[in-house]
C-alpha cells in the first residue's frame, strides 16, 4: 500500500541548514508536499515539486527530489528560531482522489 | 490570496449535544475536505466533496455528518460523539479534486466531554 516516512526529529542551531527526509512508495504520485505545522495551527503548505523536476528552490527552501529511490528532502537554509515546528511531507494518493497520504511529521528544533 | 476559515476555533460539547463545524473558502476552489488530526500524529482524511458532491467517505461513523451548502461552504455536524473523538479538525480546500495543492484552515480544536 502507499506509505509515507520521515525521522521524527531534527535538531539544528539557528544559522545553520536543515534538512528533513523522507521517503515514498507511490511511484505514481505527480506532486509531493511539504506542509509546515506550528502548535495549535493548521498545515501551512510550504512548497511542492512536480514529479518530473528534480529540484525546486523558493527563497530559503530546496527541494530535492530522486524518483530511482522515492526519496524527497527539504532543506532550509539559515534556519531561524521561527522556523521550529513539525514538517509534513505528503504524496496525493493514487485513484486521483485528492487524498493526501501524508508522513509522520519531523519535529525541528531551532536551539539558539 | 489562499485563506480558508473556520469556525469556531474551539468547541467543548458533551457527548448528548449536537453541534457544527464551519468551514469557508472563496478562491473558488471545487474540492473540499474534512481532516482529523489527533496530537502528535498526522491528518487523517475523513471525507471529500469534488463539485459540491461528497466523493469520498473515509469509513467515518455516522456521528460525523458533512454538508456541503455550495461550492464555498462546508460543514460538520456533530452528533452524539464520543471522548475519543476530542481532535483538531481541519478543513482544507483544493482548485481541482486532484493534482492541484490543497491549502488548509486554521483548524477546530474540539472537545468532547
Given at each position: 500500500?502507499?506509505?509515507?516516512?520521515?525521522?521524527?526529529?531534527?535538531?539544528?542551531?539557528?544559522?545553520?541548514?536543515?534538512v528533513?527526509?523522507?521517503?515514498?512508495?507511490?511511484?505514481?504520485?505527480?506532486?509531493?508536499?511539504?506542509?509546515?505545522?506550528?502548535?495549535?495551527?493548521?498545515?501551512?503548505?510550504?512548497?511542492?515539486?512536480?514529479?518530473?523536476?528534480?529540484?525546486?528552490?523558493d527563497?530559503?527552501?530546496?527541494?530535492?527530489?530522486n524518483?530511482?529511490?522515492?526519496?524527497?528532502?527539504?532543506?532550509?537554509?539559515?534556519?531561524?528560531?521561527?522556523?521550529?515546528?513539525?514538517?509534513?511531507?505528503?504524496?496525493?494518493?493514487?485513484?486521483?482522489?485528492?487524498?493526501?497520504?501524508?508522513?509522520?511529521?519531523?519535529?525541528?528544533?531551532?536551539?539558539? | 490570496?489562499?485563506?480558508?476559515?473556520?469556525?469556531?476555533?474551539?468547541?467543548?460539547?458533551?457527548?448528548?449535544?449536537?453541534?457544527?463545524?464551519?468551514?469557508?473558502?472563496?478562491?473558488?476552489?471545487?474540492?473540499?475536505?474534512?481532516?482529523?488530526?489527533?496530537?502528535?500524529?498526522?491528518?487523517?482524511?475523513?471525507?471529500?466533496?469534488?463539485?459540491?458532491?461528497?466523493?469520498?467517505?473515509?469509513?467515518?461513523?455516522?456521528?460525523?455528518?458533512?454538508?456541503?451548502?455550495?461550492?464555498?461552504?462546508?460543514?460538520?455536524?456533530?452528533?452524539?460523539?464520543?471522548?475519543?473523538?476530542?481532535?483538531?479538525?481541519?478543513?482544507?480546500?483544493?482548485?481541482?479534486?486532484?493534482?492541484?495543492?490543497?491549502?488548509?484552515g486554521?483548524?477546530?480544536?474540539?472537545?468532547?466531554?
Amino acid at each position: 500500500g502507499e506509505d509515507v516516512e520521515q525521522s521524527l526529529f531534527l535538531s539544528v542551531r539557528e544559522g545553520d541548514s536543515s534538512v528533513i527526509n523522507c521517503t515514498y512508495t507511490d511511484s505514481s504520485s505527480t506532486y509531493l508536499y511539504w506542509y509546515k505545522q506550528e502548535p495549535g495551527a493548521g498545515l501551512q503548505l510550504l512548497t511542492y515539486i512536480f514529479s518530473n523536476m528534480d529540484m525546486k528552490q523558493d527563497q530559503r527552501l530546496t527541494v530535492l527530489l530522486n524518483k530511482k529511490d522515492k526519496h524527497l528532502s527539504l532543506r532550509i537554509a539559515d534556519t531561524q528560531t521561527g522556523d521550529s515546528a513539525i514538517y509534513f511531507c505528503a504524496e496525493e494518493g493514487s485513484g486521483n482522489t485528492g487524498k493526501l497520504i501524508f508522513g509522520q511529521g519531523t519535529t525541528l528544533q531551532v536551539k539558539p | 490570496d489562499t485563506e480558508v476559515t473556520q469556525t469556531p476555533k474551539h468547541l467543548v460539547m458533551g457527548m448528548t449535544n449536537k453541534k457544527s463545524l464551519k468551514c469557508e473558502q472563496h478562491m473558488g476552489h471545487r474540492a473540499m475536505y474534512w481532516y482529523k488530526q489527533k496530537a502528535k500524529k498526522p491528518p487523517e482524511l475523513m471525507f471529500v466533496y469534488s463539485y459540491e458532491k461528497l466523493s469520498i467517505n473515509e469509513s467515518v461513523p455516522s456521528r460525523f455528518s458533512p454538508e456541503c451548502p455550495n461550492s464555498s461552504l462546508l460543514n460538520l455536524h456533530l452528533h452524539a460523539l464520543q471522548p475519543e473523538d476530542s481532535a483538531l479538525y481541519l478543513c482544507a480546500s483544493s482548485q481541482e479534486p486532484s493534482g492541484y495543492e490543497q491549502y488548509f484552515g486554521p483548524g477546530t480544536r474540539l472537545t468532547v466531554t
